[in-house]
């Protein structure tokens, strides 16, 4: 049997990296990239505490639902944006795009 | 559990009972058959697919007024093992530029994404791959990954209209997910789960005379999602040569060919599970399993065959009327249809059974009429804007 | 050491291997690819969790939405197919380091956690799927933020519409 | 009609007259002076009606004509107010009516209506006269109509209202309107020809000295209405125990009952309006007013007025003996004192001024030693001859001006009698009536009122052997008859000393007619007081006066039993006067050549220096130095430049050390550096770069993070 701790270390070590990812890229659209890798390592722990605790209480599972949804839309919009960015600005990368208001 | 009852699981147990014998542990040995398992079903699958090459251009020839291959062995039989050497023979070309680990991967996966829908389908009432309880939304799944195959081969190619063919497949398929799943959503109220051996097992009644409006959706966007028929935009030779999969050659376009057809039929087979009945047919399949798998592939080949029914008989859509008649008539349809069953399901589910069957009946016509008289005003709207417009166009240009 | 374990250890290597690789790729297509196998690791281990409807809508949703739209979105933002230059900015050091400080400090919160040694309880009977289906609508469970959420995905979509649909008009002109 | 409504509209006329004619008939000189003459006129008739009721009713005394009315509201009670018409009452009534009627006539005459207008007559001064050209085409200059002849009629009815209202007033408070309102009147009308700087400075003098008596007066009233509760005559006096108690409760002032000190601050109001000792200045300079004026307000009425208040309070005044000899001291004093400056004087009106006060010196002084009935008589006899005197003097000066605007010579005063002389030729009627009026002032013996009147104070005096004042009075009495015969010589005897008294013309008969009227009663009410026990003419006719007047007073006063001391002194003090003053006189020609013309009589014993030295000069010290300088600029204006001048230092202070050095520097400049260097600094943390502030925020996480840890799990 796996032990729970097995999957809060995975998806700690999967935050992190999702969290260099964000820091370092230079890409806005890889941003979004690690952003989603942090969202999937908050699902892992979700599944991971509903499975190891109460089954019964839907809570860990529904939590992760919502966690789609507001990622869905999260991408969404955030590549709406950098989409539009990149028409006005001809640039994607995060250090170019620093202008405080356009 | 006789021989006679229940053959693929004896035959299970005693290979299992084999490869412990052999030393294995048993969640091992458990594991080995169930791998054992899954490559018959795919092999039997795969020589099924040969002959749909087969069925696919008798009956395209007979609809053309035309006898079709019959000069490679008997009725042609031998025609597809022709096609599938010549695809060997042919020279494999690779694109230069192209990406290679995800060029070569993009057919494997589009193949793979068919597979995997057999894994749900149940054949009989004891022989399944496996009963999973969100079968529903695996089936959306394992459409999401042929999506992902036509990404891959779209921009690995390294060619502007593969990619372009790519988007508009994607677009398209993306756009037809949302009614499927609607109209899949529809069994799952009738039959109150998922997983679609209780939705065979609930259906008395045939879903198709329950929701018929709910089988022509289903049966419209799975054309939609094959790509093919009145929605085969992308790879049409009048539009942009051949779609996403124009670099490809060989047997790689093979796959291509093969899991095109194999999808088409498996979604006739989903037709027949989903809304007439799966392997049921008023008692016959008690007789013996194989009874049962007979019926389900006789039901799939129907639905099989009135799929190329469509596609060698309804012209071609143009993409953006495809795309609006989805977004602004079948979606919003689709939910209405989704809202009414649900009320009707659980308004009529105390009456007896004919009652329960008329009402939910009729109450798909009446709603099919409804969004035929809204799409008929809007028309006439329409057309009499644009009369004005000409008639004013006119008066202008006589003075 | 049982199937469960081996698989789950598989499938960890599968997710670090391709999570390091979407931080660390130049091409970003490949970022996004290596994001799906990701996505597709995760979702075995939801199986592996027998939380089957996560699993997939997993791949309903992450597979077939977010990473096609991804891969949308670095098509259309990219001048020549290849990225050139270095993908990581000045920083990344200190980003990294950063980094390993945050899962330093989660492991040490794990290392005193009392749950971190529980084992996982029986499933057998229990159709989750429906328990789920009840906890989403049911009043006086989730049925607030189910609403909510539906509220805000529609906010996203006209959000995203109405960004887009500007720059098209103006691209029209 | 009932009496008593009568006697409420006797005042009435008068101002009616008034008001008509200061609001509408102001620009018609005919119909301002019908309206005044008429108003008069009534009022005349309604007084004679009345004082014929009043004869005929027997013991007047007891039960008069009384009616009154509410007029303030004093909590419960109401304070009444109304009119009384008892023997003393009726008796002035008389001599008020006939007098005021009278000169309403003369002014007519004396303002030249009908003459033509002035050439350069301006309002405000006496006309000069306007150039006409007869029939026969040369031109001659004839006297001019007064400006603001209207105006002048109003004033009298106003002050004819005041008299009326004093006489017939039954209480003290009507009483004082009246008074006030013939003060005012006076100063108006002496301030007539507002034009001359003399006559403002008159009226002012007038109004200011009058006013001084009225304070006094108007305490003594308070002062009763507070003991007493009430001011009506009769309540009082007819309340036995009430005057007891005045007149045994003692006062801390002087020692006086008091009764005394109420009658004697009643008695200042009467020294300030009779114009005795110490406030007679103002009568003199009174004569700058027209001759009318003169003679009603400063002859006959309204310095009578005093005498009228005393005799009204004579009962309150006989409790108090002390308060009963100043008064007799006063008057004597101002007897002598005044006849010695007539003596002195040239103008014609300044010497009958003097007269006047002397004259009312007699009557306050009889009041004094208790001759209540003398008294009486002196004031209603001399009203009548001094009326006369005065208008005579005003024809005769008319005359002169005739004389003046003959030669054209204007600079010869038509008023000094050293330019008269001579003008019982140019004048006849003027100087027979003048000559009656001056015998009935010195007292000719028999004929004339003022013999009998004067011979009663002197009987009086030496009856109740008050031989001080007897002795003062037969002085006085000297010398009013010596001004008077030297008066009469100098204007009418010898022969004309100027050019203008040749061309003197008699006045007409709008002037002339009075002072034959007034010349009548100064001889025949003399008779109607004859003493009984008088040697020859005693019994004739019954002493009417004595015994009507008498019986005002609760307790009517016994005649004094006739002696033949007082009766020598007074014809030996009028004849002898009399032939002196003609002796002296006879041919005197140049004011150089009177022996009298000592300085210190001609100015008037320096009392107007000595006020104006003792209390003009300090007032306007006080004013001008002590308050305006020393005060107003001193202390207070030091006060606020001190107090500027602190503000500026404190405001300079403040400025420097608290707002410049601590507001600005610190807390304003001080914030604004602070801000801006903060900015400066935190300035680059804000690079715009999204991941820095991912960083950034991780980093706080971490740290926080750690430290909660740190202390909510390990403490």
């Given at each position: 049997m796996i032990p729970l701790s097995w999957y809060l270390v995975l998806s700690a070590l999967l935050f992190s990296i999702g969290l260099f990812g964000v820091l370092a890229r230079r890409n806005a659209v890889a941003i979004l990239l690690g952003i989603e890798l942090m969202l999937n390592a908050v699902n892992i722990n979700l599944a991971s505490f509903w499975r190891y605790g109460n089954t019964a209480q839907m809570g860990g599972q529904v939590f992760a639902i919502i966690v789609f949804a507001v990622a869905a839309a999260e991408v969404a919009v955030g590549l709406a944006l950098i989409i539009s960015v990149y028409r006005r600005r001809k640039t994607v990368l995060a250090e170019e795009i620093d202008l405080m208001k356009w | 559990m006789n021989f006679w009852k229940d053959p693929i699981n004896v035959a299970a147990d005693w290979l299992k009972n084999v490869f412990t014998g052999w030393g294995l542990t048993d969640p091992y040995a458990t594991a080995l058959v169930y791998l054992l398992g899954a490559f018959t079903m795919v092999a039997l699958v795969m020589l099924l697919d040969v002959f749909l090459v087969w069925i696919e251009r008798k009956v395209v020839a007979r609809f053309q007024d035309r006898v079709g291959p019959n000069r490679v062995g008997p009725f042609g039989l031998i025609q597809p093992f022709a096609d599938i050497i010549k695809l060997l023979i042919k020279e494999d070309i690779t694109p230069a530029g192209a990406d290679k680990v995800v060029y070569n991967l993009a057919p494997v996966l589009s193949l793979a994404s068919v597979l995997l829908l057999w894994a749900i389908l149940p054949l009989s009432a004891l022989v399944y791959g496996v009963d999973l309880n969100v079968a529903v939304l695996y089936l959306v799944a394992a459409g999401a990954l042929g999506t992902l195959a036509v990404i891959m081969a779209g921009w690995s190619s390294n060619n502007k209209y593969a990619l372009l063919g790519a988007f508009r497949t994607v677009a398209q398929m993306i756009s037809f997910e949302i009614p499927m799943v609607v109209a899949l959503l529809i069994p799952t109220i009738l039959s109150g789960s998922m997983s679609l051996k209780t939705v065979v097992e609930r259906q008395d009644i045939w879903y198709?005379?329950?929701?018929?409006?709910?089988?022509?959706?289903?049966?419209?966007?799975?054309i939609a999602e094959l790509g093919r028929a009145p929605f085969d935009l992308n790879e049409a030779e009048s539009e942009i040569v051949a779609g996403f999969h124009i670099e490809y050659s060989g047997m790689k376009f093979g796959l291509f060919y093969a899991g095109e057809l194999l999808h088409a039929f498996t979604f006739g087979g989903f037709m027949a599970v989903l809304f007439f009945g799966g392997y049921r047919f008023f008692g016959l399949e008690q007789i013996h399993p194989l009874v049962a798998v007979f019926i389900l592939m006789i039901k799939a080949l129907l639905g099989y065959w009135v799929i190329m029914w469509i596609k060698y008989t309804v012209p071609r859509i143009r993409i953006d009327h495809m795309l609006a008649f989805n977004w602004k008539f079948l979606t919003p349809m689709a939910f209405a249809l989704l809202v009414v069953t649900a009320v009707m399901h659980k308004l009529l589910s105390g009456t007896q059974p004919w009652v329960y069957a008329l009402g939910m009946f009729l109450s798909n016509v009446?709603?099919?009429?409804?969004?035929?008289?809204?799409?008929?005003?809007s028309a006439r709207n329409q057309r009499r804007q644009e009369e004005a417009a000409l008639s004013a166009i006119a008066q202008t240009s006589s003075h | 050491m049982d199937a469960s374990q081996i698989i789950f250890g598989l499938t960890a290597l599968l997710i670090i291997f391709s999570a390091l690789r979407v931080v660390t790729t130049r091409n970003m297509v490949h970022a996004a690819l290596w994001l799906i196998v990701t996505l597709f690791g995760v979702t075995v281990l939801y199986a592996l969790l027998q939380a089957n409807f996560l699993a997939v809508v997993q791949v309903v949703v992450y597979v077939g939405a977010i990473a096609i739209l991804f891969i949308f979105a670095i098509m259309l933002t990219r001048r020549e197919i290849r990225d050139?230059?270095?993908q990581l900015n000045r920083g990344w050091l200190l980003a990294a380091f950063i980094s390993l400080a945050v899962f330093g400090s989660l492991l040490a919160l794990l290392y005193n956690a009392p749950v971190a040694g529980r084992l996982a309880g029986s499933l057998t009977g229990e159709d989750t799927l429906m328990a789920l289906g009840q906890a989403l609508v049911s009043p006086d469970a989730y049925v607030l933020p189910f609403e909510v959420a539906s509220v805000l995905l529609l906010a996203a979509l006209i959000g995203a519409v109405y960004v887009a649909l500007n720059k098209k008009q103006e691209s029209d002109q | 009609m009932a009496t008593e409504t009568l006697i409420w509209l006797i005042p009435l006329p008068p101002v009616l007259a008034f008001f008509l004619i200061v609001l509408f008939t102001n620009k018609n000189k005919a119909l301002s002076h019908m309206l005044g003459v008429g108003a008069a006129g009534l009022s005349w008739l309604a007084s004679m009606v009345v004082f014929v009721r009043a004869l005929s009713v027997k013991h007047l005394g007891e039960h008069p004509f009384h009616a009154s009315i509410n007029w303030l509201p004093t909590g419960e009670t109401w304070f009444k107010i109304g009119v009384l018409i008892d023997p003393l009452g009726a008796a002035v009534l008389f001599f008020v009516a006939w007098t005021i009627f009278m000169i309403f006539l003369y002014s007519v005459g004396?303002?030249?209506?009908?003459?033509?207008?002035?050439?350069?007559?301006?309002?405000?001064?006496p006309p000069h006269g306007a150039t006409v050209t007869d029939a026969h085409g040369h031109k001659h200059t004839v006297p001019s109509v007064e400006p603001m002849y209207s105006r002048f009629f109003a004033f009298l009815g106003l002050f004819a209202f005041g008299m009326y209202t004093l006489v017939v007033s039954d209480n003290l408070l009507t009483l004082f309107v009246g008074w006030e309102i013939m003060g005012l009147c006076s100063y108006l009308l002496i301030g007539f020809w507002y034009g001359k700087p003399s006559a403002r400075n008159a009226a002012i003098k007038a109004f200011m000295t009058t006013r001084i008596g009225d304070v006094f007066m108007l305490l003594g009233i308070a002062f009763l209405y507070s003991v007493t509760g009430t001011l009506s005559f009769r309540e009082i006096f007819t309340n036995e125990e009430l005057m007891h108690a005045l007149g045994t409760t003692a006062t801390p002032v002087l020692g006086l009952s008091v009764a005394g000190l109420i009658s004697l601050l009643l008695f200042i109001g009467t020294i300030g309006k009779s114009a005795q000792w110490p406030l007679h200045v103002w009568l003199p300079d009174a004569m700058e007013g027209p001759t009318p004026v003169s003679a009603m307000i400063h002859a006959a009425t309204m310095v009578s007025a005093g005498v009228y208040a005393v005799l009204r309070m004579f009962p309150l005044l006989s409790l108090d003996p002390a308060t009963m000899s100043i008064v007799a001291f006063i008057g004597a004093f101002t007897a002598l004192f005044a006849a010695t400056i007539a003596v002195a004087q040239n103008d014609i009106k300044r010497v009958l001024a003097y007269s006047t006060i002397s004259q009312l010196g007699f009557m306050i002084a009889a009041l004094g030693i208790g001759a209540y009935v003398a008294a009486a008589f002196h004031l209603i006899t001399h009203a009548f001859f001094k009326a006369l005197l005065f208008l005579g003097s005003g024809s005769v000066i008319h005359g002169m001006e005739h004389g003046v605007l003959h030669t054209g010579n204007h600079h010869v005063d038509p008023q000094d009698m050293f330019n008269m002389g001579g003008l019982r030729k140019k004048m006849p009627i003027t100087f027979w009536t003048f000559l009656i009026g001056g015998f009935a002032l010195s007292g000719f013996p028999v004929i004339t009122a003022g013999f009998w009147s004067k011979d009663e104070i002197l009987a009086d005096a030496w009856a109740h052997h008050h031989y001080a004042v007897f002795i003062t009075l037969a002085v006085a009495a000297f010398l009013t008859a010596f001004y008077t015969m030297r008066q009469i010589t100098l204007t009418f005897l010898g022969e004309p000393r100027t050019e203008e008294a040749k061309h003197a013309q008699e006045t007409p008969w709008t002037m002339t007619a009075p002072l034959v009227v007034l010349a009548f009663f100064a001889v025949t009410y003399g008779w109607v007081g004859i003493p009984e026990h008088f040697p020859v003419l005693g019994g004739l006719v019954p002493n009417w006066f004595h015994d009507f007047v008498g019986h005002t007073l609760e307790h009517p006063p016994k005649a004094p039993e006739f002696n033949w001391v007082p009766l020598l002194t007074s014809l030996g003090v009028a004849l002898g006067g009399l032939f002196f003053g003609w002796l002296a006189y006879r041919n005197v020609k140049a004011p150089a050549e009177d022996k009298l013309q000592i300085s210190v009589l001609k100015n008037k014993w320096y009392f107007d220096e000595a006020y104006d030295f003792l209390f003009v000069k300090p007032a306007y010290w006080i004013a001008e130095t002590f308050v305006y300088k020393w005060m107003d600029k001193g202390v207070l204006d030091g006060i606020l430049h001190f107090i500027a001048y602190i503000t500026g230092v404190i405001?300079?202070?403040?400025?420097?050390?608290?707002?410049?050095?601590?507001?600005?520097?610190?807390?304003?400049?001080?914030?604004?550096?602070?801000?801006?260097?903060?900015?400066?600094n935190l300035r680059p943390i804000q690079t715009g770069r999204i991941q820095q502030y991912m960083l950034a925020s991780f980093v706080v996480l971490i740290v926080v993070g750690a430290v909660l840890y740190y202390f909510l799990v390990m403490a």
């Open positions: - | 198709v005379i329950l929701a018929p409006l709910g089988f022509i959706i289903f049966l419209i966007s799975a009446v709603l099919l009429l409804a969004a035929l008289e809204i799409l008929r005003t | 050139s230059g270095p | 004396y303002h030249n209506f009908g003459q033509p207008k002035g050439d350069h007559d301006r309002p405000g001064l405001g300079a202070a403040i400025r420097h050390y608290i707002d410049l050095l601590v507001i600005n520097e610190t807390i304003g400049d001080g914030t604004a550096n602070t801000v801006k260097w903060m900015g400066f």
